[in-house]
């Protein structure tokens, strides 16, 4: 059986790269350029987060607490203590 161990590996710096290379671009022609992002808490959201601060600068990008659908809301008014959230604007 042949080997494919070497050949599933990522470059994180240039994906990172393409990642928010395209979320600026496709923000700045769509005529915008601030986002917001809903943040759930999951991994997804917390990177999409982290990724459109770093394309479009923390003060531009919006993180909005989404409750998971199997979740109780809460009344909190604390925005989400993640790492990607804090890198947004609240």
Avoid: Q, W
Wanted: charged share 20%.
């Amino acid at each position: 059986m042949k080997d494919l161990s070497g050949s599933l590996e990522i470059d994180a710096g240039l994906a990172r790269r393409i990642l928010t290379g395209f979320l600026r671009s496709e923000t700045k022609r769509a005529g915008f350029s601030r986002g917001v992002v809903g943040v759930s808490g999951g991994i997804d959201s917390a990177l999409t987060c982290f990724l459109a601060a770093e394309a479009l600068g923390p003060k531009n990008v919006l993180a909005v607490r989404m409750p998971h659908a199997g979740r109780r809301p809460t009344r909190s008014t604390t925005p989400p203590r993640s790492s990607a959230s804090a890198a947004c604007a609240r």
